[in-house]
């Protein structure tokens, strides 16, 4: 069996808000919710299908990415090329900052300040 992705883990100061961006603007179904003993979420699973993202509480702050970074620096989606201009749209309409653009590719930053892409580059061909 070869291995295939089964989950990326993204963390949030605020849960419910950035899970909503991601479901509005990929329409990603969620999965299931998660809470703490006290009832507080914890985190909420969105169908990448294939994959999970699991958006996961934390009070941690980290080092705002920039480019190629060390680690993961970039949750890029793929989208159709007629798409691009009302993704893009919608992006910032649910609160994303657009950044820069290529002629394949849009890079934004969702509600929590992570490196976002909207990306229509031909995928690569396997013999």
Known sequence: MTP????????????ASLADFYQRAFALPEITQ???PDGRLRSVWLDLNPGILMVEHTTRTRERAE????GPFLLAFTIDAGQRDAMAARLVQLGASLETQSDFSIYARDPEG??????????????
């Not at 992570?114 to 013999?127: E, G, I, Q």
């Open 34 to 36: 998660h809470h703490y």
């Open 67 to 70: 480019g190629v970074d060390a």
């Open 114 to 127: 992570n490196r976002v892409a909207l990306s229509h580059y031909p995928p690569p061909r396997c013999s």
């Open 4 to 15: 295939r992705l089964h989950h990326i883990a993204l963390g949030a100061r605020d849960v």
